[in-house]
T-cell receptor
Framework: KQEVTQIPAALSVPEGENLVLNCSFT??????LQWFRQDPGKGLTSLLL?????REQTSGRLNASLDKSSGRSTLYIAASQPGDSATYLC????????????FGKGTKLSVKP | DTAVSQTPKYLVTQMGNDKSIKCEQN?????MYWYKQDSKKFLKIMFS???????INETVPNRFSPKSPDKAHLNLHINSLELGDSAVYFC??????????FGQGTRLTVV
C-alpha cells in the first residue's frame, strides 16, 4: 500500500532564504510525482510534475528532484518570498490513473518579510 | 478561463438534507475525480470516473454518488447529510499521465 510522507509539517523562514521540502513514498513503482501548492481557503495549484524517468524538473525558482529507488522527492525553493507562503503537497498516482493521487499531509510554509 | 470549476463554493445545509455539487472541466480530459479534504487538511480520493469505469474508494458511504451527464461534467450527490460530511470537496481531472488539475473546492458545512 502506497503511503506518502512529508517532512517537516511546518516551516518558517525569513525572506530570501533557500529552502527544501521533503516528500517520501513507500512504493517506488510510480509513474510520476506531482507537487502542488494550496493557499488558505483555496484550491490546489499544480507546480511541477516530474516523470519517473526524470531526475529533476524546474519552473522558475522551483526545482523538484526525484529519486525513485530511494522513494524520495525534494522541492527546492530559491530566494523565498512572502508570497511563497502556502501549504505544499506532494502526491503520487496509483492504479494507472494520473488523478488517483495519494497525497502527503503537506508542509505549511511561512516566509517572513 | 477556469480549467476545472465547481459550484457552489460554499454550501451550508441541515442534517438529513440531500445536496449536489457540480463540477465541469474544459480541458478535454477523459477522467474526473472527487476528493475530500477533512478538518485536518488531509486530501483523500473518493471517486474516479471515466466513460468506462467508476472506481469508488471503499471507505466512501453509499450516501455519496457521482453522476456524469457527459465527459466534461461530474457532479457529486450526497443524500441524508450528516455532521461528519462537513469538509471541503475538490473536483479534479486528468488525462493519461499528465498533470491533474483541481477545482477551487466546495466548503460544505452541515448544521
Amino acid at each position: 500500500k502506497q503511503e506518502v510522507t512529508q517532512i517537516p509539517a511546518a516551516l518558517s523562514v525569513p525572506e530570501g532564504e533557500n529552502l527544501v521540502l521533503n516528500c517520501s513514498f513507500t512504493d517506488s513503482a510510480i509513474y510520476n510525482l506531482q507537487w502542488f501548492r494550496q493557499d488558505p481557503g483555496k484550491g490546489l495549484t499544480s507546480l511541477l510534475l516530474i516523470q519517473s524517468s526524470q531526475r529533476e524538473q524546474t519552473s522558475g525558482r522551483l526545482n523538484a528532484s526525484l529519486d525513485k529507488s530511494s522513494g524520495r522527492s525534494t522541492l527546492y525553493i530559491a530566494a523565498s518570498q512572502p508570497g511563497d507562503s502556502a501549504t505544499y503537497l506532494c502526491a503520487v498516482p496509483y492504479g494507472g490513473s494520473q488523478g488517483n493521487l495519494i497525497f502527503g499531509k503537506g508542509t505549511k510554509l511561512s516566509v517572513k518579510p | 478561463d477556469t480549467a476545472v470549476s465547481q459550484t457552489p463554493k460554499y454550501l451550508v445545509t441541515q442534517m438529513g438534507n440531500d445536496k449536489s455539487i457540480k463540477c465541469e472541466q474544459n480541458l478535454g480530459h477523459d477522467t474526473m475525480y472527487w476528493y475530500k479534504q477533512d478538518s485536518k487538511k488531509f486530501l483523500k480520493i473518493m471517486f474516479s470516473y471515466n466513460n468506462k469505469e467508476l472506481i469508488i474508494n471503499e471507505t466512501v458511504p453509499n450516501r455519496f454518488s457521482p453522476k456524469s451527464p457527459d465527459k466534461a461534467h461530474l457532479n457529486l450527490h450526497i443524500n441524508s447529510l450528516e455532521l461528519g460530511d462537513s469538509a471541503v470537496y475538490f473536483c479534479a481531472s486528468s488525462q493519461d499521465h499528465t498533470e491533474a488539475f483541481f477545482g477551487q473546492g466546495t466548503r460544505l458545512t452541515v448544521v
